[in-house]
C-alpha cells in the first residue's frame, strides 16, 4: 500500500511541477507558493476538522510537523525558484535524487548499505552530473548554477519533510499532522513574504491555475504522509520521486521542452538508481 500511495503521489507532483514550471514563468514566487499553500490548506482543513484524530496528538507529534512545515516551506520556496531559474530536465532530476540521502541518513544512523546499493548511489550521483553538463540551453545558461543549486536544497527539504512527518504520525495520527505542517509552512512563508514587502495578490488570472495547484500538492503531501500509519513507509517517499521523471516527460510532450537521447540517457540513469534503492 506504501508503495501505491507513493506512485499517486508521484503523478499529482508531476503535474503540480509541470504548472509551476509554466506559472513561474507568469507571477513572482513568493505569492504563487503562499496562495498554493492557502488553496491546499482550504482543501484538507475541513476532512481532518471532521475526521482527524485530535485527542491522539501530542507534543512531538506537533513538534516534528511543525520541523515538517518548516522543511516543506524551504523545499518549496526552492522547488518554484529552481523551476523559475531552469528547464524541467535539469531540475527535475536532481530535485527527483532526494532518495540518496536516505541512503546518507541509514549510514549514520548503523544501517548496513550493500555495495549494490552504493553501486546506485554513485549512478544516481553519475545521472545527475550529467543532467547538469547536458543542460545547455543558452536560454538558461547565466542560471543554471543558481538552478542546480536550489534543486539540491529542494531535494533535500523534501526529503526532510517526508521523515519529520512520517514521525510525527507515529506519535499522533494523520489528518491533524497534515495540518499542522501545512500551518507551519504557511507561517514560514508568510513571514518571509511580510519581510520582504511583497505584494501577496498574483494576477486574478493565474488564481484558478494556482487553485488547482493546491489541490494537487494537499493531496500528494497527504498521501505520502498518511503512508506512515502503512508497513514501510519509506517505499512511499522512494517511489513519490518518480515524480521527477514523470515532469520531465510531460514537459517534453507537452511543454515542447526539447530533449536529446543523451539527455534521455541521463534522466534514465538517475530514476534507473532511485528504483533500485527502492525496490
Not at 41 to 50: E, N
Not at 192 to 201: E, H, M, N
Amino acid at each position: 500500500m506504501s508503495l501505491l500511495l507513493g506512485l499517486c503521489a508521484a503523478l499529482l507532483w508531476a503535474f503540480h511541477d509541470l504548472c509551476v514550471r509554466y506559472v513561474t514563468q507568469q507571477v513572482s514566487v513568493l505569492p504563487a507558493l503562499l496562495t498554493v499553500l492557502v488553496c491546499g490548506a482550504l482543501i484538507v482543513l475541513p476532512v481532518a476538522v471532521v475526521l482527524g484524530d485530535w485527542q491522539a496528538m501530542t507534543a512531538t507529534s506537533y513538534g516534528l510537523s511543525a520541523l515538517s512545515g518548516v522543511a516543506f516551506a524551504g523545499a518549496s520556496l526552492s522547488l518554484y525558484g529552481a523551476f523559475a531559474n531552469g528547464p524541467v530536465r535539469l531540475v527535475a532530476p536532481i530535485i527527483g535524487a532526494y532518495p540518496v540521502l536516505s541512503v546518507g541518513w541509514g549510514v549514520m544512523t548503523g544501517t548496513e548499505v550493500t555495495p549494490h546499493q552504493w553501486g546506485a548511489v554513485l549512478i544516481i550521483i553519475a545521472g545527475v552530473a550529467l543532467v547538469a553538463i547536458l543542460s545547455n540551453d543558452t536560454r538558461h545558461g547565466g542560471q543554471k548554477i543558481r538552478a542546480v543549486i536550489l534543486a539540491v536544497c529542494a531535494g533535500t527539504g523534501f526529503a526532510l519533510t517526508f521523515a519529520f512527518a512520517q514521525a510525527a504520525i507515529q506519535h499522533g495520527s494523520d489528518l491533524p499532522v497534515i495540518v499542522a505542517t501545512r500551518a507551519a509552512a504557511l507561517a514560514v512563508v508568510g513571514l518571509i513574504l511580510l519581510a520582504t514587502r511583497q505584494g501577496y495578490r498574483p494576477r486574478k488570472t493565474a488564481l484558478p491555475l494556482l487553485a488547482g495547484m493546491g489541490f494537487l500538492d494537499a493531496t500528494a503531501l497527504a498521501l505520502v504522509t498518511v503512508a506512515g500509519t502503512q508497513p514501510h513507509p519509506e517505499f512511499a517517499a522512494v517511489s513519490s520521486s518518480l515524480f521527477g521523471l514523470l515532469t520531465v516527460v510531460l514537459a517534453w510532450a507537452i511543454l515542447k521542452e526539447p530533449m536529446t537521447r543523451q539527455q534521455w540517457g541521463a534522466a534514465v540513469m538517475v530514476f534507473g538508481g532511485i528504483g533500485y534503492l527502492g525496490f
